[in-house]
């Protein structure tokens, strides 16, 4: 939807075949250094996957969780998988990349590798962006995921919501239509842009092809900028999930100057939450409502916003430019470090991959039949 790993999961035992695909790229061309997502087939990233094709070679495996390791079971599952891979591979380094210090420090306290390092300095601020042009047409916007732990209902008391969500999965078909129910008033964009008109694919074709996938399925996935274009439609973001991962869609809002309602979670969200423009208000229908109006009141400047959490953002990926060029140097590889760098914000963040495609020295994304 936006070149990045939303909606993305990946079912357990989907990785046992290497011809199964996963979201993960190679940063490195001499020395197998990857970045991918730790999901709960392959819970330490891409080492999870490539390690029989690497023949005992040293490697570098950078594994950021998909599901916050706040979580017990999560935290539980990450270790043991962990420990056995290092048992059987210790050629092999596994590094995690946390959205939060809590994540940090449950995984050092098992010996387990791990910096700070929040996904979301990955997000494209060239595309998430304010327009100040855009008409306001909702007080509220809620991006995610259409399953339960994103606790739509919350939103039942906002009059005037937007709601967009990722391609539907398979057991997401009914809770889609329980928040159709809670939701009334709320307009649900990835059935309704096409008819709005708001926004028309440069593609002839592909719009063809989208109107005919709302007409079959009765809802399509949205393109890249239909999302921040929504985005700047509304007036406040909101984040309602008790726990996941880091939400991109919550930076989202701030990088396209959007106030953000949120409920206490865990995950790491909050990061580049700034008390200014964020509340965070009780898992509660009038408190999210009440949230809502605070902020619009308070009307504090988009471009604000934005400047604030860019600010946050560049500090962040300076940290991460800082371990990225020591581990290149530690591997006599600094001669590739500013390429590999500049190649991180191209395009996706990840990119769809089998293990074959990313064991071949390329920074690039894989081609495609």
Excluded at 4 to 16: N, S, T
Excluded at 39 to 62: E, F, K, M, T, Y
Excluded at 84 to 111: G, T
Excluded at 119 to 126: D, F, H, P
Aim: charged residues 25%; aromatic residues 8%; glycine residues 6%.
């Amino acid at each position: 939807m936006s070149g990045d790993i939303r909606g993305a999961g990946v079912p357990p035992g989907a990785l046992a075949g290497s011809a199964h695909l996963f979201w993960a790229r190679r940063i490195a061309r001499r020395v197998p250094i990857f970045w991918g997502l730790s999901v709960p087939a392959a819970p330490l990233g891409p080492a999870s996957v490539v390690g029989p094709g690497l023949g005992g070679r040293r490697a570098w495996s950078l594994a950021t969780p998909s599901w916050t390791l706040e979580d017990p079971r999560t935290l539980e599952r990450t270790v043991a998988a962990y420990r056995e891979h290092r048992a059987v591979r210790p050629e092999h380094r596994v590094v995690f990349l946390c959205a939060s210090p809590a994540e940090v420090l449950r995984l050092q306290a098992h010996d387990v590798p791990a910096i700070f390092c929040h996904q979301n300095i990955m997000v494209r601020e060239e595309r998430f962006a304010v327009d100040p042009a855009a008409a306001k047409r909702y007080d509220a916007i809620y991006v995610g995921k259409m399953a339960p732990y994103k606790r739509h209902a919350l939103a039942r008391d906002v009059a005037s919501l937007a709601i967009i969500y990722y391609q539907i999965g398979r057991g997401e078909t009914d809770y889609l239509a329980e928040v159709r129910a809670a939701l009334p008033q709320a307009e649900f964009v990835n059935e309704t842009w096409l008819a709005s008109g708001a926004l028309r694919l440069a593609n002839p074709r592909a719009e063809a092809m989208a109107r005919r996938m709302l007409e079959r399925r009765g809802h399509v996935v949205l393109p890249a900028e239909a999302v921040p274009a929504t985005m700047n439609r509304a007036r406040v973001g909101l984040a309602l999930s008790e726990a996941e991962g880091p939400m991109y869609a919550a930076t989202e809002y701030l990088l396209c100057g959007l106030p953000v309602v949120t409920t206490p979670s865990r995950g790491g969200r909050d990061f580049f939450f700034d008390p200014e423009f964020t509340i965070t208000v009780e898992p509660d229908p009038e408190a999210v409502r009440d949230g809502v109006a605070e902020l619009i009141r308070r009307a504090v400047p988009p471009e604000r916003i934005r400047a604030a959490t860019l600010r946050r953002i560049e500090h962040e990926r300076a940290r991460l430019r800082a371990f990225l060029a020591a581990l290149f140097a530690a591997e006599a590889i600094g001669d590739e470090f500013e390429e590999s760098w500049a190649a991180l914000f191209r395009g996706p963040i990840w990119h769809w991959h089998s293990a074959e495609t990313l064991l071949v020295p390329s920074l690039e994304a894989p081609a495609t039949g």
